[in-house]
């Protein structure tokens, strides 16, 4: 594993850092309040590149490895996270999936526009009583020949209302279980869709999600992903890639906090010194720059591994275990430095606080990563 980045992977990084500073900045707090999605600030996203990163140029992509993407995904997610997971579900959930596994028309049709963020993207699995539990997938996707019946609810699905082609998981035939499951791409406005009510969240509030109702959604067998049962492996090998954008996310909030915390201490004034000349503080500090330190190995091995075309499921389900945990950590001791300034929205922690916990939830909750790397340590 190669620790100097590139020229190109500099010049990402600087660029995310720039675009986080210049367009997310200003008024990601009123968008937190509000529960605003960053609509602007998304559509320049995708002029900038930063939707579909990893796509082929042929198909309006920037053709970059996964690198760059978590070096980007750091940056945006250091400054605003509402952001940076609708930049996650767009890169490695929906347009990965659809160019490694869809067909030619399906990349033409929906994948360019994607790309360049033209359409957003969203990735529809759980369900009401289907989480972590993912097999048990109570929407189903009737066969009737030439397209598919489908009926059911999604939970909590990120871009929910502000996507316009839908990623959706459903089960076909329920005798061949999980590999009766069909992967199917929605669009919006197709008749008996309807984007349900949004989540009031704790976190990520400028992320919309939104459930979605499908009744009697005709959806034509062109938009099959994959072979027919094929929807479930392509859901698992989708969320691999996904893990290690999630771990990203959650390694930016800890440096986000970090970074902000380390400026306040060396600015606080208390008992005659500054904060940062108390050990204590100093302590403080250089335990959440180790343990971002270790998170970012652990983000980078797994991108690298993905990029060397080796197995990474391990190494990916590792760096979201631990880079979510230590969000945790990181991001409380941020407030602490803080103090009472630490505990109002002005100062950015406490929302980088509240962000933090979703990355221990979603793409697999930390007891799931843990099933992950343990059947992979076992097998
Ligand atoms: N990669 C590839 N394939 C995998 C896999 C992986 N990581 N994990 C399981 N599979 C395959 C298995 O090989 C098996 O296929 P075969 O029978 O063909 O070999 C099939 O999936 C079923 O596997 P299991 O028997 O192990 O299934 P299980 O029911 O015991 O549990 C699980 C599987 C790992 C717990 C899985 O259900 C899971 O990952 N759950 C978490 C769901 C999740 O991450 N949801 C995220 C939703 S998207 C999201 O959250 C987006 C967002 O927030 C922004
Ligand atoms: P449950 O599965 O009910 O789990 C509850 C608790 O039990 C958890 O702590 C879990 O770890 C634990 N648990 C469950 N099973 C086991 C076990 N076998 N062993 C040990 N512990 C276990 N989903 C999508 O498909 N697309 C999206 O875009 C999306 N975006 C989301 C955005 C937000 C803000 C949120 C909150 C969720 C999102 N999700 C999305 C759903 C998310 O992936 C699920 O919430 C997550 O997978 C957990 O499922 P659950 O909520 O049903 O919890």
Aim: aromatic share 8%; glycine share 8%; net charge neutral.
């Amino acid at each position: 594993m190669n620790f100097q980045l590139t020229e190109e992977q500099l010049a990402v990084q600087h660029a995310a850092r720039d675009f986080a500073k210049n367009d997310l900045l200003p008024g990601v707090i009123e968008r937190d309040t509000e529960q605003k999605f960053p609509k602007e600030q998304i559509k320049k996203m995708g002029e900038l590149g930063f939707l579909g990163m990893m796509v082929d140029p042929k198909y309006n992509g920037g053709g970059m490895d996964t690198i760059s993407y978590v070096l980007a995904m750091e940056e945006i997610s250091k400054v605003d996270a509402s952001a940076s997971v609708c930049m996650s579900v767009n890169n490695s959930l929906v347009c990965w999936g659809l160019e490694k596994f869809g067909t030619e028309e399906q990349k033409e049709k929906y994948l360019k526009r994607l790309a360049t963020g033209e359409a957003i993207g969203a990735f529809c699995l759980s369900e009401p009583e289907a989480g972590s539990d993912a097999t048990s997938q109570r929407t189903t996707a009737e066969d009737k020949g030439d397209h598919y019946i489908l009926n059911g609810t999604k939970n909590w699905i990120t871009n929910g209302n502000s996507a316009s082609i839908y990623i959706v998981i459903a089960q076909t035939d329920i005798a061949k279980k999980h590999k009766g499951i069909n992967a199917l791409i929605v669009e919006k406005g197709m008749p008996g869709f309807v984007v349900g009510k949004k989540e009031d969240k704790m976190g990520i509030r400028g992320s919309d999600t939104h459930s979605l109702m499908f009744t009697d959604v005709k959806v034509p067998k062109a938009n099959r992903i994959g072979d027919d049962g094929f929807g479930f492996t392509f859901a698992m090998t989708t969320l691999n890639g996904g893990r290690i954008g999630i771990a990203s996310q959650a390694l930016g909030i800890a440096a986000g906090a970090y970074e902000l915390a380390l400026a306040y201490s060396k600015e606080r004034k208390a008992f005659g010194k500054t904060l940062s000349e108390h050990q204590a503080i100093q302590f403080k500090l250089a335990d959440m720059a180790t343990k971002i330190d270790a998170a970012r190995l652990l983000v980078h091995q797994a991108a690298w591994l993905k990029d060397q075309k080796k197995d990474f499921v391990k190494a990916a389900a590792m760096a979201k275990l631990y880079a979510s945990q230590i969000a945790q950590d990181v991001t409380t001791e941020a407030v602490q430095i803080h103090g009472g300034y630490g505990y109002v929205k002005e100062f950015h922690v406490e929302r980088l606080m509240r962000d933090a916990k979703i990355t221990q939830i979603y793409e697999g909750t930390t007891e799931i990563q843990k099933m992950v790397i343990s059947r992979e340590l076992l097998k």
